[in-house]
């Protein structure tokens, strides 16, 4: 399933959104390893596509 996410602050908020979803991930692994898992899926894969974008003008890797 394709997912178009769109974020006034660009690639910034995709990395805070990473970021956001592995904080919320290791803070649900006791009570809910199974939703903690998808989480970490999810973040992953959006690392992953964000690893495909080329580098903004301006910005450093």
């Known amino acids: 399933m394709a997912t178009q ?3 006034p602050g660009g690639i910034a908020s995709a990395v ?3 970021d ?3 904080a919320a ?3 649900r692994e006791r009570r809910a390893p ?3 898992a998808r989480w970490r ?4 894969q959006l ?3 964000l690893d495909t974008l ?4 301006g910005e450093r890797t």
């Open 5 to 7: 996410l769109i974020l």
């Open 47 to 49: 690392g992953d596509a």
């Open 34 to 36: 199974r939703q903690a």
């Open 54 to 57: 080329p580098t903004p003008a």
């Open 41 to 44: 899926d999810l973040a992953d």
């Open 25 to 27: 991930a290791d803070a």
């Open 20 to 22: 956001a979803l592995l």
């Open 16 to 18: 805070d959104l990473v």
